[in-house]
Nanobody
Framework: QVQLVESGGGLVQPGGSLRLSCAASGSIFRINTMAWYRQAPGKERELVAS???????NYADSVKGRFTISRDNVGSTVDLQMNSLKLEDTGVYYC??????????????WGQGTQVTVSS
């Protein structure tokens, strides 16, 4: 069983900053990719940013230059630093884990989601 614990959401004014954090634990042989997705009201869930085991990052065009994804040295925690927040960044942010289980199977797990609201 795998647990993803998210933290750091909240209410911020446009132009402000927030930092999200997600810690993974449980029956994991190897973490492959960790990512943040978001879902705005009435919209589909979309990828915000991802980071591979090797440190390669990928960002949605809408957040490039404003958001930074990073992992700790152990590799089991992923952070998302969000700067210059805009109204359209509002949504529920979900941590996603792509990992290899102890039987060599490729699996994925989702966090419970954390609300980010950008409002004046």
């Amino acid at each position: 069983q795998v647990q993803l614990v998210e933290s750091g959401g909240g209410l911020v004014q446009p132009g402000g900053s927030l930092r999200l954090s997600c810690a993974a634990s449980g029956s994991i042989f190897r973490i492959n990719t960790m990512a943040w997705y978001r879902q705005a009201p009435g919209k589909e869930r979309e990828l915000v940013a991802s980071i591979t085991n090797g440190g390669r990052t990928n960002y949605a065009d809408s957040v490039k230059g404003r958001f930074t994804i990073s992992r700790d040295n152990v590799g089991s925690t992923v952070d998302l630093q969000m700067n210059s927040l805009k109204l359209e960044d509002t949504g529920v942010y979900y941590c996603n884990l792509d990992y290899t289980g102890w039987f060599g199977d490729n699996l994925a797990s989702w966090g419970q989601g954390t609300q980010v609201t950008v409002s004046s």
